[in-house]
């Protein structure tokens, strides 16, 4: 197990328990009462721990290199899987994977970020930083769910989309702006899960849903802690006091309406069970779909578009 720096009294308790298991086996030695005492101690470690959490502390949780990535989760959710590739132009951006997927009884169009597992896969994959063929592959399955009158499903999962040169002469900015519009007219179900890290327009432009979840532990936000902390104080290390500003946590998220619920998590993030986080994440699905599939094309655009526009408030003021 990978541990994050503030997991660190965590990590020291449950390497024990393992070397006393170790122990045990090998010199036949009952130490059952002892490994016993110390998984009650790193249980309630790890609830305490996990029950004050901070934004900074989240968005470290959220970039665990063990959670669950979208193939994972679409692994454990559907019991078919039919990859499609390529944006029809330039080329198949592996930071987004989709294609038709079975869920149960409901035929979809799954499509989200694919982060590595590893170093050398993350490099292939960018870390999930999608390219504008990334983004235009989506809008191209996105294009074949609504002919085909198919439910789209979108798991988000990105610092960012990738800034540089060659994406920005291919037209990034315009790709994201297209997928957002586009999908605010689509009529067929949306639903949009946060699975990580849900960063700018990167994320955005998989995130125009009829139901937008989080995962407890994921963040979503204009730009990362570092980021924000690097612009506006010139200072990297300020990134624990910007996370508290950017309100990025689902928590935060929920009561500002830009999400509609928060998927719970197993006791110390999802990649402590992938099943379980991935079972969380089904039963959201089939209640969603079950709500949206009874609707029209009409209902669901108008739906989307409102459910936007709504977002947010101002008050004029007396200059």
């Known amino acids: 197990m990978d541990y994050i720096p503030f997991e660190r009294p965590l990590a020291d308790l449950e390497i ?24 009650t101690q790193a249980l309630s470690l790890r609830n305490t721990m996990f029950s004050k959490l901070t934004p900074y502390e989240i968005t470290q949780v959220s970039r665990h290199p063990k959670r669950p990535n979208t ?12 990859e499609l590739h390529g944006d029809r132009n330039f080329f198949d951006d592996p930071a987004i994977v989709g294609g038709l997927g079975k869920l149960e009884n409901h035929s979809a169009v799954l499509i989200g970020h694919q982060k590595g597992r590893g170093t050398k ?32 499903i979108t798991f988000i999962d990105t610092p960012g989309a990738y800034p540089g040169i060659g994406a920005e002469e291919r037209g990034q900015s315009e790709a994201i702006g297209k997928n957002i519009m586009v999908m605010s007219r689509l009529k067929v179900p949306i639903i949009c899960i946060v699975l990580g890290e849900g960063g700018s327009g990167g994320a955005l432009a998989l995130g125009i849903g009829n139901r937008v979840h989080m995962l407890q532990y994921s963040i979503y936000s204009v730009i990362s802690p570092e ?16 996370a508290n500003a950017l309100q990025l946590t689902a ?39 079950s709500a ?12 989307r578009m409102n459910k936007f526009l709504n977002m947010g408030a101002f008050e004029e003021g007396i200059a």
């Not at 024990?16 to 998984?39: D, K, V």
């Open 16 to 39: 024990r328990i393992q070397e006393l298991r170790r122990l045990a086996s090998t010199q036949a030695i009952n130490l059952n009462f002892e490994i016993g005492e110390l998984e």
């Open 71 to 82: 193939k994972e989760i679409i692994g454990h959710i559907c019991s078919s899987f039919i």
């Open 121 to 152: 896969d993350n490099i292939a994959r960018n870390f999930g930083m999608s390219r504008p063929e990334g983004y235009r592959k989506a809008l191209r399955l996105m294009s074949l769910a609504e002919r085909f009158h198919l439910p789209i």
């Open 227 to 242: 980021g924000c902390a690097s612009i506006l104080l010139k200072d990297p290390s300020q990134a624990d006091a910007m």
């Open 251 to 289: 928590s935060s998220a929920l009561k500002l309406k830009a999400i509609d619920s928060i998927i719970e998590e197993p006791q110390g993030g999802a990649h402590r069970s992938p099943e379980q986080t991935a079972a969380n994440i089904k039963k959201v699905l089939l209640n969603d779909l």
């Open 292 to 303: 949206l599939s009874p609707l029209s094309g009409e209902e669901l655009s108008t739906h």
